[in-house]
């Protein structure tokens, strides 16, 4: 039997499959920290923030461009593992990406998510969402940080923004 915490993951995934951020934001501990080649964030305002604005984004795209698999969740009463794989259209550019992802996550005493890191390969990313670009320089420090920084101010703008 499957601890309760690898069901936090599982309705975490199949929120995100639906582009359901606000049930994602549910699995969140209040004080939850995010962090992956993008993001780097703290407490569920914020988390929440990223979640709903990259759904967001993605049903603006259309939802036959977006697709959401996840498999080989485990987690046990402190810590959990989960591998996804997202197919989106990158907003910035409308070029097609195939995100190939592992989220290493711990866990609250209530069983809510307060650790998410998500890994994948930046260049590989890079150069499906920024062409050629990202195939030249996804390798530098410097495009890294332009990344972050573009990220973390377009999720500033978002959060900013009055919600309808």
Known sequence: MAHPNAETLRRFYTAFSRLDAEAMADCYAPEARFDDEAFSLQGREQVAGMWRMLCAGALKSGAGHWKLEFSDIDADAQQGRAH?????????????VHNIIDGHFTFTPEGLIATHRDR?????????????????????????????????????????????
């Open 84 to 96: 996804w794989e997202a197919r989106y259209l990158f907003s910035a550019t409308g070029r097609q």
């Open 120 to 164: 994948f390969n930046f260049w590989r990313w890079s150069s499906q969402a920024l062409g050629l670009p990202g195939l030249l320089l996804g390798w530098s420090p410097s495009l890294k940080r332009k990344v972050r920084s573009t990220a973390a101010a377009n999720l500033r703008r978002f959060l900013a923004a009055p919600t309808s």
